[in-house]
Nanobody, 115 residues
């Protein structure tokens, strides 16, 4: 069983930055896939960024060049650096980890981009 806890959300003005953090309950395995998803009101949950084993990443087109996913094996943490935030980035952001085909999710953290 893997427990994920997100933090770092909040209210930010357009053009601002936030860094989301995801703490895992144990070690991140090298074969784990980790990612960030988001869900805006009235919309389905969507992929934001994902990191596969080996370090390959992919991003939603809407965040390419603005968001960066990373992970720290020593601290058992996954991060999402978000720059140049836009109002349409407003959503609840969820951390995801896939281990041996099983999905694990955090409880989510709210990000609101508004002036």
């Amino acid at each position: 069983q893997v427990h994920l806890v997100e933090s770092g959300g909040g209210l930010v003005q357009p053009g601002g930055s936030l860094r989301l953090s995801c703490a895992t309950s144990g070690s991140i395995f090298s074969n784990d896939h980790t990612g960030w998803y988001r869900q805006a009101p009235g919309k389905e949950r969507e992929l934001v960024a994902r990191m596969f084993n080996g370090g390959r990443t992919n991003y939603a087109d809407s965040v390419k060049g603005r968001f960066t996913i990373s992970r720290d094996y020593a601290k058992n943490m996954v991060y999402l650096q978000m720059n140049s935030l836009k109002p349409e980035d407003t959503a609840v952001y969820y951390c995801n980890l896939v281990r041996y085909g099983v999905d694990y999710w955090g409880q989510g953290t709210q990000v609101t981009v508004s002036s």
